[in-house]
């Protein structure tokens, strides 16, 4: 079955970076677009970036030009670097599958950013 596990979350100040992973089994991950959302408390879940299995990009525009989404198909991750961070991307990110039949999802990693 299909398993999303992310890490990497954490307490950061304000213009600080993190790196989150996401490790992937039950699927052939090479051949799939993976994707990060995030949840703000009080608020709906939002799309933050995605990868293509052709290895092409796209991002949410209020993270353009910090975050950088990646993927390892060796190591069946994919990885969000986040950088110059804002107390306004404090939320829990999500990894995310999408498939024609189903969207799977992980378990999600807190992200907090102190000013």
């Known amino acids: 079955q299909v398993q999303l596990v992310e890490s990497g979350g954490g307490l950061v100040q304000a213009g600080g970076s993190l790196k989150l992973s996401c490790t992937a089994s039950g699927f052939i991950f090479g051949s799939f677009a993976m994707a990060w959302y995030r949840q703000a408390p009080g608020k709906q879940r939002e799309w933050v970036a995605s990868i293509f299995s052709s290895g092409s990009t796209d991002y949410k525009y209020s993270v353009k030009g910090r975050f950088t989404i990646s993927r390892d198909n060796a190591k069946n991750t994919v990885y969000m670097q986040m950088n110059s961070l804002k107390p306004e991307d404090t939320a829990v990110y999500y990894c995310?599958?999408?498939?024609?039949?189903?969207?799977?999802w992980g378990q999600g990693t807190q992200v907090t950013v102190s000013s």
């Open positions: 995310n599958l999408p498939t024609e039949s189903r969207d799977y």
